[in-house]
T-cell receptor, first 117, second 112 residues
């Protein structure tokens, strides 16, 4: 099956710093990538959908100026948490979709655990 | 607004037991339903995907059923093993979109 690589696996940072998370599709071209966030004991919640070469579409309640998403190529999407604060501490995970697998299984990265001190 | 509920939240069983995990959703206008496995601190592994027109899917010891009209799905695990210990997530894909709505998951522990 398709492989999605996500880095870093975990990050600890000071409040006010920015953190970049990368999501790469290793053996296929991802026309669409999704970014999710999961707080402890909560369900995964979709933050935004990004299509290669266009602006991301953010879910209601997600600040687009705080969570910058770039999908500059068909194999790479990045999520930057700007000026991170402790309430941004969460598990962030990406998933990728390709037209080849449309309507079939989505492929997820391994996730990034972000802890903001 | 679609809501997905999973029951139970946690389950502990002895090795070898057959078990059923439940998932319910409020809006039956779904495109498909997926069951995922999530290991601690790791990503998701897709286990089974059921299209809205299908009733069930099977993979090895896993069998998932879908009753779209009643908004329910079950994941049946036969002859459970300690390696099956993980959190199992149910997610529905809304018709007309590519978005997944997840339940909170069922944390399964299979004791040797």
């Amino acid at each position: 099956g398709a492989v999605v690589s996500q880095h870093p696996s975990w990050v600890i940072c000071k409040s006010g710093t920015s953190v970049k998370i990368e999501c790469r599709s290793l053996d296929f071209q991802a026309t669409t990538m999704f970014w999710y966030r999961q707080f402890p004991k909560q369900s995964l919640m979709l933050m935004a959908t990004s299509n290669e070469g266009s602006k991301a579409t953010y879910e209601q309640g997600v600040e687009k100026d705080k969570f910058l998403i770039n999908h500059a190529s068909l194999t790479l999407s990045t999520l930057t948490v700007t000026s991170a604060h402790p309430e941004d501490s969460s598990f962030y995970i990406c998933s990728a979709q390709t037209r080849q697998y449309l309507n079939e299984k989505l492929f997820f990265g391994s996730g990034t655990q972000l802890s903001v001190l | 607004k679609q809501e997905v509920t999973q029951i139970p939240a946690a389950l502990s069983v002895p090795e070898g037991e057959n078990l059923v995990l439940n998932c319910s959703f409020t809006d039956s206008a779904i495109y498909n339903l997926q069951w995922f496995r999530q290991d601690p601190g790791k990503g998701l592994t897709s286990l089974l995907l059921i299209q809205s027109s299908q009733r069930e899917q099977t993979s090895g010891r896993l069998n998932a059923s879908l009753d779209k009209s009643s908004g329910r799905s079950t994941l049946y695990i036969a002859a459970s093993q300690p390696g099956d210990s993980a959190t199992y997530l149910c997610a529905v894909c809304q018709g007309g979109s590519e978005k997944l709505v997840f339940g909170k998951g069922t944390k399964l522990t299979v004791n040797p």
